[in-house]
């Protein structure tokens, strides 16, 4: 999880290395453990240190999850060569690996040879098993290749074993959602959130799920979770306040016959509206007009 | 940090005196045959000061205190980690390759 500290400090050190200024494995080593996809510049840094003989050998033994590292992201930029040359020089000094051997069948992925990926991970299954991450693998080898029911399949298989694995029921999760199978991704996300309750944007991301498939009791839900995902950041979150501006004007258009009278809604739509508003006018005062307008359609429009 | 510790040495000792006046005190009492009714004055003060400088080391030498919020700036999450485990490779960046010559020397 990237914390806003962490996020900064990613940032500064990305146009520290950027502009030349040092620290390179610094970097690298944030990126590793924040898991953060930035494949061209792990190539271009990764490679700088990798070619100077001082500086790889001041890393110690700390150079082979670097040859690994550069290997992944040379093969998410297509720098297939590169990522050989890694491998070769990873399966010199570790002949038996499986860790190795899985970055070769990832290889061939990248190079589209599926028929061959996909045996080579089965033989690594025969090893062992139960193997995560090659179980993974396997999922993201049906998706590269379109067949994504077949991906949702193997997903749902591999979640029965391994339950706790919230990465894998996110993946779950984005894929429903990329399929509009709002009603299952809604259960991956309920999933997330008892696994890990205090992570807000799980929160945020079910009770967009939520306003999505609409109806009443949903927005009502939807409007608690974004309420709930308020509550976590801190009002930061300017999507979460967006979605309560939403579902209170949706519910106001849903309940207008009944006259029920919904104080509670419409004084947290404001609510919302106002720290929306002080959010715009501290951080972008030009979009300001936009938003005022936005939120009086919303106002106005039951 | 030094003077931290230096001054959790010196509240640990003036409590440590503290203990020694009262051994002594008790030992006078019993020598002019009076009734136990209180420490000393002095005693209690050193018991407090002691107190005071002790617990001002144990907050201060150990580091400093994280944050339990959940919205505070070191705890709040503002991105999820990309799923590196699922990551597939037939993206745009096959049309896009790394403008980038540079090889493994070995």
Same mark, same amino acid.
């Given at each position: ?15 520290q ?17 924040l898991?953060v ?22 890393l ?21 060569g ?37 045996e080579?991970?089965?033989?690594l ?48 999760a ?11 991704a809604?259960f ?36 608690k ?12 979150n ?9 579902c ?36 972008a ?13 919303l106002?106005?429009?039951? | 940090?030094?003077?931290? !510790? #230096?001054?959790?040495? &010196?509240?640990? $000792?003036? =409590?440590?005196?503290? *203990?020694?006046? /009262?051994?002594?005190?008790?030992? %006078? ?13 002095? !005693? #209690?003060?050193?018991? &407090?000061?002691? $107190?005071? =400088?002790?617990?001002w *080391?144990?907050? /201060?030498?150990?580091?400093?205190? %994280? ?36 090889? %493994?020397?070995?």
């Open positions: 999880m990237v914390t806003k500290t962490e996020e900064t400090e990613l940032i500064s050190l990305e146009n290395v950027d502009n030349g200024g040092g620290g390179a494995w610094e970097y690298l080593c944030l990126v590793r453990k898991k996809r930035r494949s061209e510049k792990v190539v271009k840094h990764g490679l700088s240190i990798l070619n100077d003989a001082k500086k790889r050998s001041s110690g033994p700390d150079d082979w999850t670097l040859y690994e590292q550069v290997a992944v992201a040379a093969m998410d930029c297509q720098s297939l590169v990522a050989k040359d890694c491998i070769k020089v990873l399966q010199k000094r570790f002949p038996e690996s499986k860790r190795v051997g899985r970055l070769e069948a990832m290889l061939l992925e990248a190079k589209g040879s599926w028929q061959e990926a996909e080579a991970y089965a033989s299954l025969e090893d062992n098993s139960l193997d995560q991450v090659i179980h993974k693998r396997k999922v993201a080898l049906a998706k590269a290749q379109g067949n994504i029911s077949g991906a949702i399949e193997s997903l749902n298989k591999y979640l029965e074993i391994f339950m706790a694995d919230h990465e894998a029921w996110r993946e779950l984005e894929i429903y959602v990329s399929l509009q199978m709002y009603k299952q809604a991956c996300y309920e999933e997330l959130i008892l696994s890990q309750p205090t992570i807000p944007l799980y929160h945020l991301a079910y009770a967009d799920v939520l306003y999505t498939l609409g109806g009443l009791e949903n927005l009502q839900n939807a409007k979770y974004y309420a709930s995902a308020i509550d976590l950041t801190g009002g930061k300017t999507r979460a306040l967006f979605g309560i501006c939403l209170s004007s949706a519910i106001a258009q849903l309940t207008k016959g009944k006259n029920r009278e919904d104080k509670e809604g419409s004084q947290l739509q404001s609510l919302a509206a106002i720290a929306l508003e002080k959010d715009y006018k501290q951080r005062p030009g979009n300001l007009p936009l938003l005022t307008s936005a939120l009086r359609s106002t106005l429009s039951p | 940090m030094g003077i931290g !510790v #230096v001054v959790g040495v &010196l509240g640990v $000792l003036i =409590l440590f005196h503290a *203990a020694y006046s /009262t051994i002594q005190y008790r030992g %006078l009492l019993k020598i002019m045959e009076e009734e136990f009714s209180g420490p000393p004055m002095n !005693v #209690v003060l050193e018991l &407090l000061l002691g $107190l005071v =400088l002790s617990m *080391a144990g907050l /201060t030498v150990p580091g400093n205190f %994280l944050s339990i919020h959940p919205d505070s700036e070191e705890n709040r999450i503002v991105s999820l980690p990309a799923n590196l485990d699922f990551m597939i490779f037939n993206h745009r960046g096959r049309v896009f390759p790394l403008e980038m010559n540079v090889k %493994l020397k070995n």
